[in-house]
């Protein structure tokens, strides 16, 4: 099955988006990407915010990667155009005391009614945020 062309930029743009700052840690410049790939800066900058209605052209992905020596297949496996499956795109951190929760939860020592405690808490604060987008909405929708 083909890939969405939407999910294709948004995981092209990672790749792009590490790529650079791999070749930027060996030094290299937008500049110096741009002379030795012939590919503009405009252009992996683009790839890099995910933006264009079209799919890259594959000979400008290939030099680009050349240039920046990344890997061909990891480039095209984020454009869906090979069968292998891209390399995943860590999320975003989570904040310090999520990770405490997520810790405390994940741990075999941590005692039943601990968790229980947990739980029911971000449960009570899950149906409180709803709550209030529900009323947030209802506000909207009067208005």
């Keep these: 099955m083909p890939l969405d062309p939407a999910v294709a930029r948004v995981r092209f743009a990672a790749f792009v988006t590490r790529a650079l ?43 680009f990667c050349t240039a920046v020596g990344a890997s061909i297949d990891d480039a095209m496996a984020a454009l869906g155009m090979t069968d292998a499956a891209p390399t995943p795109t860590p999320g975003p951190p989570l904040p310090r005391d999520v990770q405490i929760i997520m810790r ?34 209802r506000t909207r929708n009067a208005g």
């Design 21 to 63: 700052e791999q070749a930027r840690a060996n030094g290299m410049t937008d500049t110096k990407i741009s002379e030795i790939s012939g590919v503009g800066s405009s252009t992996f900058h683009r790839w890099r915010r995910g933006e264009g209605r079209d799919l890259p052209q594959l000979e400008r992905v290939r030099r």
């Design 104 to 137: 405390r939860l994940a741990d075999p020592t941590t005692p039943e009614v601990e968790k229980d405690f947990i739980r029911k808490s971000l449960q009570m604060l899950a149906g409180r945020v709803a709550a209030d987008e529900r009323a947030e909405q």
